[in-house]
């Protein structure tokens, strides 16, 4: 045990002269590992899609004396986690190989296998289904833009830049739209036509989000107010699950049959030179494999077993009412290579996805002087400088529209940039403007919504990014109230920093269907996770 | 601080020094290779082989015979060759091209090569699909084992035929097969399966062993069937597990090692039972050799090739994991397999293009 606990500390190990060791081992955080016998700790970086399987997997691992915990992360996160630095994780669980083999550069992942699978569909609320034909029959992605471009249908789907699903749906549609049947190529991609067509289908998409997880959850949260999602069939499982419980209108599974994409689910072991690490996750992973565990993992709604025989044929888990027949070929397209990948995600950003418009509420309240006021502005400059941006997959299109509201007790300006070749001079603003006064939210997010009030919000993806660092003064009523009489979706995602309040940020979040995002520790991930959602 | 919590610094403290000694030592193979205790061989290893260095019992005999631990990383056979930087003292690709290739920048590296294991380059399919294809004529059953015309079937794929067109859906019109008839490889760059199958599709374009005369005529459609399949898995073993687990749908005909499927229904007798009427392995007629050359880089290297030539190893490596012997005086008895259908010898084999050749083909596939 103490042997082991040294071991795992390389870094320790490697000073070169053993009596530095041992003296740096007891003045360091070592020591703390020598006298306790707290158990391992052993870290998966996973997708959020994955949070079900996270008490099965601790269970597992507590016979071994692991405390197994997980990072949930976006794929494109993760693969970007992966190239930079992956000695941080001890093992990787995505929702597709693809990004692991394209964010482990260093190749220290190993043992990779699929441990489930499960196509990414749209789910359909029932009567909106069979209103537009869609039950029982063979429903091709075409159809699906027939309905949208007659304004039969909007549907959610996550951000093609940001997470594995959206960007499945995404591939998809590219794919069974250009009616080839073969892997997209670059040339592909210029075809003006396709690109239209796509274009056209993605104005159907009326919410986004950066992580397909909480993409079900708002979707609950609508109580009715959306008719459609793209999401894993795993996660359309679980949402019908719940709307069941709570007595409502199921949703029905459609698996167009020109645009499918199957998640593989694939977990693998970063090998940081721990053996006895190792030897525990390929116990776990076996455990994973094992015919009893497959079994659970089916009764969450993941797809086990071999040959396209689906091993958990629960008929209240892939239910036959729901649209699921597990039976039925899903023949998915063939994935492009990957600079095609990334070529269509930089299209989908700059160019065919529903545009944004994006109200950034900042604070400039006294207590943000020095570094808050710094990490902010880098915040914006890392989304408004389309080079740095660029690099996250946060680049705007040129329809994009971005509003800069500066406040403190009060509103302090309103800036707005209605074309990429505004942003440089927005940012110049930002960092021009120098922190001072008191804080108040309400003021600044009631602007954002006024900001919104005339604008065809159908056209955009719209968001207020509130970032705030203390208590606010103000009243939580007259923002509800604005909110009301607006009478559109437009969610705020506050950025927790400093001594922000997460009572009265939840309030907001809570009325508008957003999401609370904690930059405390780090302001700029905030930043780009919660632009990433819009 | 108490005397027994001292007692306890002082113990972990002389612990700290043992370990820490013996963990600096391990880290020197120089200091233990002379020696009789074990040595660990560092090495680079194509996925198919993953299943064997995994094996018990081979590891054990390894160990208690040889004195052998194998650390091994997985690497596509031409990625470790191409990407190769000094360390390992060994790679162990899954074709004379990879050793070619490499003999041209590492010549004075290799301290000595010799070829372990075979096995052919097959296709795996579905029941559905073989038998669309034996209606069609491309392919044919003889004693429980199925071939397939090599040729008309890659012809199928560039005629852009549909599973339909095929008559594939005919017998399950509401599990249809959807899309073009596509047989779908690992990364020719990457890996050595789909790099042998690109080979052996080379030749049967240019009707016969493809060569300097006949290459260039011949890369415009050689690359335009990979592009035409997008993004390839790096690895056969990959490959293998999703054609496994996502099924017909996604993966109707795949290129692969013979030995993967003998060694799936070695390791998995349960899941065998529930799919060996579902999957069907063609034999491709021609086919090329999978030959598994290892490398050996440094003594330690060498060590483990006479190791691995151990009778009981390579009997192992057939019963167990479907890998028919490479050194000359061993025979491979198919009555000593699990499963049927799998034919004593191979016999319509076609030679690979030469690696200056393969070089070229990888350029254009990149």
Not at chain 1, 22 to 39: A, I, K, N
Not at chain 1, 205 to 230: E, H, I, P, T
Request: charged residues 20%; hydrophobic residues 40%; glycine residues 8%.
């Amino acid at each position: 045990m103490i042997k082991f606990g040294l071991l795992r500390r390389s870094f320790c190990i490697r000073a070169s002269m053993l009596t530095l060791l041992v003296m740096t081992l007891l003045l360091s955080g070592c020591q703390s590992d020598l006298f306790s016998s707290s158990s391992k700790t052993f870290v998966i970086l996973s997708g959020s899609e994955n949070k079900p399987l996270e008490p099965l997997v601790k269970r597992i691992a507590k016979e071994s004396g692991y405390d197994v915990s997980f990072d949930y992360k976006g794929s494109i996160d993760s693969m970007n986690l992966l190239q930079a630095d992956s000695s941080r994780y001890d093992a990787v669980w995505l929702a597709s190989r693809f990004w692991i083999e394209l964010g482990d550069q260093s190749k220290k992942v190993k043992l990779t296998q699929s441990i489930m699978t499960s196509p990414i569909t749209f789910g359909i609320q029932k009567s909106k289904a069979e209103e537009l034909g869609f039950v029982g029959k063979d429903v091709t992605i075409r159809d699906i833009l027939n309905a949208v471009n007659s304004h039969e249908l909007n549907f959610m789907m996550t951000s093609a830049t940001q997470s594995n699903s959206g960007l499945s749906a995404y591939l998809g549609f590219l794919h069974a739209l250009l009616q080839k049947d073969q892997a997209l190529t670059h040339d592909d991609l210029q075809n003006e036509a396709l690109r239209a067509e796509v274009k056209q289908l993605l104005q159907g998409v009326n919410r986004s989000s950066g992580s397909s997880g909480w993409l079900k959850d708002l979707f609950l949260q609508g109580d009715g107010s959306y008719d459609a999602m793209v999401n894993y069939e795993a996660v359309l499982i679980e949402t019908n699950q719940e709307l069941v419980k709570q007595g409502k209108e199921p949703l029905y599974l459609v698996y167009p049959t020109d645009g499918l994409s199957i998640a593989d689910f694939t977990l693998g072991y970063i090998d940081n030179g721990d053996a006895d690490k190792e030897a525990f996750f390929k116990k776990m992973q076996e455990n994973l494999l094992s015919e009893s565990t497959q079994q659970e993992i089916g009764e969450l709604g993941r797809r086990t077993g071999f040959g396209g025989v689906v091993a958990n044929r629960n008929p209240n888990v892939f239910n036959s009412e729901w649209g699921i027949d597990l039976d039925r070929n899903i023949s998915p397209i063939a994935f492009p290579s990957s600079d095609v990948v990334l070529e269509a995600m930089n299209l989908y950003q700059t160019a065919l996805k529903k545009p944004s418009y994006t109200v950034f509420a900042l604070d400039y309240s006294g207590s943000m002087a020095n570094n808050g006021e710094t990490q902010l502005k880098k915040a914006m400059e890392t989304i408004l400088d389309q080079e740095q941006a660029s690099k996250y997959l946060l680049q705007g299109s040129d329809e994009d529209v971005v509003v800069a509201i500066p406040f403190n007790n009060q509103l302090i300006d309103v800036w707005k940039a209605d074309h990429l070749s505004d942003y440089k001079s927005l940012l110049e603003q930002i960092e021009n403007l120098k922190a001072d006064g008191g804080t108040n939210i309400y003021k600044a997010s009631i602007q954002g919504l006024e900001q919104m009030r005339n604008v065809d919000t159908s056209k955009y993806n719209v968001a207020i990014i509130l970032m705030t660092d203390g208590m606010s003064d103000g009243s939580y009523d007259d923002f509800a109230q604005t909110y009301r009489e607006v009478g559109k979706d437009i969610p705020v995602f506050p950025i927790m920093f400093g001594d922000a309040s997460d009572e009265q940020l939840n309030g907001l979040v809570k009325l508008t269907r957003g999401k609370l995002f904690d930059g405390t520790s780090d302001l700029i991930s905030a930043f780009k996770e919660a632009k990433g959602y819009n | 601080m108490k005397g027994k919590q001292w007692g306890t610094l002082i113990g972990i403290i002389i612990l700290v020094f043992v370990v820490g000694i013996g963990y600096l030592f391990s880290r020197n193979s120089d200091l233990t290779s002379g020696g009789k205790g074990n040595i660990t061989v560092v090495g680079n290893l194509g996925g198919e082989k993953i299943g064997l260095f995994s094996d018990e019992e081979i590891i054990k005999i390894l160990k208690d015979r040889y004195h052998i631990t194998v650390d091994w990383r997985k690497a596509g056979s031409i990625e470790m060759v191409k990407d190769y930087k000094q360390g390992p003292d060994f790679l162990f690709p899954s074709n004379q091209v990879a050793l070619e290739l490499f003999k041209n920048n590492h010549a004075e590296e290799i301290k000595g090569s010799e070829i372990i294991f075979n096995s052919p380059i097959v296709f795996y399919t579905w029941n559905r699909i073989a038998d669309a294809l034996i209606d069609q004529g491309i392919a044919r059953q003889n004693n429980g084992v199925n071939t397939v015309d090599t040729e008309s079937l890659l012809a199928l794929v560039n005629e852009g035929k549909s599973w339909d067109d095929i008559g594939a859906n005919k017998n399950d019109p509401n599990s249809k097969l959807y899309g073009k008839v596509t047989i779908i490889s690992t990364d020719p760059s990457k890996s050595n399966s789909g790099n042998m199958f690109a080979g052996l599709y080379a030749n049967l374009i240019s009707g016969g062993v493809v060569n300097d005369s006949n290459i260039a005529a011949a890369l415009p459609q050689i690359k335009a069937f990979f592009q035409n399949l997008g993004y390839l898995e790096p690895s056969s073993g990959d490959l293998f597990e999703q054609y496994l687990k996502t099924g017909m749908g996604a993966k109707p005909i795949i290129v692969g090692y013979e030995n993967q499927m003998i060694e799936f229904a070695e390791d998995n007798p349960a899941v065998w039972e529930q799919v060996k009427d579902r999957m069907r392995v063609l034999y491709p007629v021609p086919t090329v050799w999978s030959s598994h050359p290892l490398i050996a880089l440094s003594d330690n290297g060498k060590k483990l090739i006479e190791a691995l030539k151990d009778k009981e190893i390579q009997e192992l490596a057939w019963k167990k994991h479907g890998f028919r012997s490479g050194i000359v005086d061993i025979q491979n008895d198919v009555s000593a397999l699990g499963i049927g259908n799998i034919p004593e010898t191979i016999d319509s084999v076609i030679a690979m293009p030469t690696p200056a050749i393969m070089d070229q083909i990888i350029q254009a596939v990149q």
